[in-house]
């Protein structure tokens, strides 16, 4: 297989794998708010659920996992372009959230994120009164 050298792609290539060993990788998420709260699904495709950690610090949602590099001793390395370190994202998750019903599962490489909002920050309808009313009102909402 002949493959042609490119000294500047090389370069790309080395400053990449520098800088990806010492940052932590992006960690892509969907978020959206259902009636009950918000759901967080995030990409980890890969990682040993065992290294995943999800925690709230007052207002903080941090979610962390590590992927560790592929077992290879004395091998010599063609390509590798999958990712491997700290992976981490942070959010502030307000007010009207009920921190204490936070749960978090994993599975297929997914990590959902269930953030319930509390009582008084769910919508609700708010009954209206009437301080006169003519008989034919009364009879509707009597």
């Known amino acids: ?14 400053a990449s794998a520098l800088n990806a060993r010492t940052a932590p990788k992006a960690m892509p ?3 959206y708010r259902d009636h009950d709260g918000y759901v967080l699904n995030a990409d980890l495709p890969g ?3 065992g290294s995943v950690d999800v925690d709230i610090d007052g207002q903080l949602l941090t979610i962390r996992a590590q992927r560790t590099a592929g077992d290879a001793d004395g091998v ?11 992976y981490l994202r942070q959010f502030s998750v307000g007010e ?6 936070i749960s978090a599962s994993y599975d297929n490489g997914v990590l959902s994120v269930i953030i319930p909002l509390s009582e008084k920050a769910r919508p609700r309808k708010v009954k209206i009164e009437t301080t006169s ?3 034919a009102q009364r009879s509707i909402t009597g």
């Open 47 to 49: 990682i040993d659920p």
């Open 1 to 14: 297989m002949s493959m042609s050298f490119d000294p500047f792609s090389e370069f790309d290539r080395l």
């Open 133 to 135: 009313s003519t008989p």
């Open 96 to 101: 009207g959230v009920d921190t204490s019903r």
């Open 29 to 31: 998420v969907d978020l």
């Open 76 to 86: 010599k390395w063609i390509s590798q372009e999958r990712p491997h370190g700290s």
